[in-house]
């Protein structure tokens, strides 16, 4: 649930109402009446008045900006796997894997931190030689 005064962008008018999409708003009060099929009731600034919206209608600033710094970010790293012919990290990118956000590659190198013994480096060399 929203808080009261939050910061949130209009997404969508489920309702058909005319509600300005994409304009910024805040929060003004819930509409607790259970007859209503609205959940809030918003204020945007630059349409100078207050609109009635439900819970699909508006969506927090943060997560907002969030999803569209995340968008601008896999667009860079299409573009950089383009330009410099970076085969695997265009899949990556394209497929989704989180090896491109590196959160794959913290967890290896956690993994090779913890020391080894002899026998199990010499298995391991063996086992590369091998293939």
């Given at each position: 649930?929203?808080?009261l005064g939050e910061?949130?962008?209009?997404?969508?008018d489920v309702f058909?109402?005319?509600?300005?999409?994409?304009?910024?708003?805040?929060?003004?009060?819930?509409?607790?009446n259970p007859d209503?099929?609205?959940?809030?009731?918003?204020?945007?600034?630059?349409?100078?008045?207050?609109?009635?919206?439900?819970?699909?209608?508006?969506?927090?600033?943060?997560?907002?900006?969030?999803?569209?710094?995340?968008?601008?970010?896999?667009?860079?790293?299409?573009?950089?796997?383009?330009?410099?012919?970076?085969?695997?990290?265009?899949?990556?990118?394209?497929?989704?894997?989180?090896?491109?956000?590196?959160?794959?590659?913290?967890?290896?190198?956690?993994?090779?931190?913890?020391?080894?013994?002899?026998?199990?480096?010499?298995?391991?060399?063996?086992?590369?030689?091998?293939?």
């Amino acid at each position: 649930m929203l808080h009261l005064g939050e910061k949130i962008v209009i997404v969508a008018d489920v309702f058909e109402q005319n509600l300005p999409v994409g304009e910024y708003g805040y929060l003004i009060a819930y509409d607790r009446n259970p007859d209503n099929a609205f959940d809030y009731i918003v204020r945007i600034p630059q349409a100078n008045r207050n609109f009635f919206v439900t819970d699909k209608d508006i969506e927090p600033e943060e997560n907002v900006l969030r999803f569209e710094a995340e968008q601008i970010e896999r667009a860079a790293l299409i573009d950089y796997a383009l330009a410099t012919h970076n085969e695997k990290l265009f899949h990556q990118v394209m497929n989704g894997e989180e090896t491109a956000n590196g959160t794959d590659l913290e967890a290896e190198a956690t993994t090779e931190e913890e020391p080894m013994s002899q026998a199990e480096f010499i298995k391991r060399i063996n086992l590369r030689a091998w293939i």
